[in-house]
């Protein structure tokens, strides 16, 4: 496809964008003190080293290739012409980011955004796979994902591509909707993690003979909590400055998406404080952290469009599901997923992306400004479906492969008489705590 002109933001708003984009840091910090609190002490350093390692090889491959493939509306892409309509499959701009212009506009201002986003998906199977996860290996998948999964998905929702075109192309209500990322981020790495889990086994001890799971706590639930505040203030700039690049919204309705964000988050953590209270007895900490990060991964996709009452409503639901997903998938699936990572983002992004489909007025008007038509619901939901099937039926395996090939050469399991000391003294030589008695999984033994 031949390049068109470039959409224009006002000067006000690409500042405004930029501050935004500032804050993004602060969510991949939530994360990564979520992974390791969840995890067990013996780990702890090997997952915080492993966050700075798959933030950074993430960068430097999304670098290389990811935002050359990536693209943005306006720039040149390769296409298809099926049945006389343009199907973008991906950018063709050029590797190492040449071409683009570092000056604060539109273009730098998304591969700005999208050299953190990519980092923060690829935390979310680093979470998922924790305790397990050989150093070299996350880096190398990291990189696969950052380089060519991601990119390829981000161009059909934010690139110009197919996804995008859904509703100018087929009539689809708006097209594929996704301000924030509940697809392109969060989905994206869950389903990612799911990969690695299905990939990598459960952790020693995890199940018994009969294949009933064992609990391994983690070992710190005030950096699990405090991570859950950090990344609900990073959200609200990825949520803003992706509605401000992909959505097109005018500048003052970050303040929308802020309220969106926030309420979303507070009602999944209500709903699954309330759940696990009435399951257990008691409001279990780690859980409730899980609804609320659910909550902000499902505020994602309509934090521009939404009501506040349907992001409190979004987010409620959200909570609930993770409340009971992450535990049926451990009991029934055989899933050893230590953060939730699966459950919390794919699940819960899904959820996300399916819900914009229920408030379509609300998108139309906040796009175009356009009087709504009740045929636009049945279209919108139905592009979000789509979404959604290209996410489970190309990403998902997609990601498979990929990871199962690379284990192929490069071993992604840390060997299984080592798990038992810690990925801290197997990979770094050293655990996080060196003054404290760490355990052993005598307790956990059937």
């Known amino acids: ?53 798959v933030v950074a090889s993430a960068a430097a491959a999304y670098f290389v290739t990811g935002f050359a493939w990536q693209g943005y509306p306006g720039l040149a892409s390769h296409t298809l012409i099926i049945f006389g309509k343009e199907w973008s499959w991906v950018g063709a701009g050029h590797f190492f980011l040449r071409g683009v212009p570092l000056d604060g506009s539109r273009v730098s201002l998304a591969a700005l955004m999208q050299l953190l986003s990519v980092g923060l998906a690829a935390l979310i199977p680093l979470g998922a796979a924790a305790e397990r996860w050989r150093l070299r290996a996350c880096c190398l998948s990291t990189a696969l994902l950052a380089g060519i999964t991601y990119p390829l998905f981000a161009h059909w929702v934010w690139g110009g591509g197919w996804l995008e075109c859904l509703g100018s192309n ?36 995890k199940y018994n003979p009969e294949g009933m799971p064992a609990a391994l706590p983690g070992h710190n639930t005030v950096y699990v909590l405090f991570g859950c505040l950090l990344a609900l203030v990073g959200w609200m700039g990825l949520n803003a400055a992706g509605s401000l690049l992909f959505a097109d919204v005018a500048p003052g309705r970050t303040v929308l998406v802020a309220v969106d964000t926030l309420l979303a988050a507070a009602g999944a953590m209500l709903a699954a404080a309330a759940i696990t209270r009435y399951r257990f007895g008691k409001p279990d900490a780690s859980l409730t952290a899980n609804g609320w990060v659910s909550g902000l991964a499902a505020s994602s996709a309509g934090c521009a469009f939404v009501p506040p009452a349907a992001a409190l409503l979004i987010g409620l639901i959200a909570g609930a599901l993770v409340t009971y997903t992450v ?35 609300a998108a139309v008007t906040a796009i175009t400004g356009a009087p709504f038509s009740p045929a636009m619901q049945g279209g919108q939901m139905l592009g979000q479906v789509v979404g959604v099937a290209t996410l489970l039926g190309f990403v998902l395996p997609f990601t498979y492969v990929l990871n199962w090939l690379l284990n192929r050469f490069f071993p992604q399991r840390i060997p299984f008489e080592e798990e038992r000391h810690g990925a801290d003294l197997y990979e770094l030589g050293a655990g996080a705590y060196p003054e404290f008695v760490i355990h052993t999984d005598e307790f956990s033994q059937w």
């Open 1 to 53: 496809m031949s390049p068109q002109p470039l959409p224009i933001m006002s000067e006000i708003s690409e500042a405004l964008c930029l501050l935004f984009i500032f804050l993004i840091p602060l969510t991949v910090a939530g994360l990564a003190l979520i992974n390791t609190g969840l995890s067990r002490s013996r780990s702890a350093a090997h997952s915080m080293m492993a966050t700075l390692c």
């Open 170 to 205: 087929y009539g689809l209500g708006m097209g594929f909707l996704d301000a924030g990322g509940s697809a392109t981020i969060q989905v994206v790495g869950g389903l990612t993690g799911l990969s690695m889990v299905w990939l990598l086994g459960p952790r020693q001890g």
């Open 327 to 361: 535990a049926w998938m451990e009991a029934h699936l055989g899933f050893d997923d230590p953060a939730g990572a699966v459950s919390v983002h794919a699940i819960g992004g899904i959820w996300g992306i399916m819900a914009v489909g229920l408030f379509p007025r």
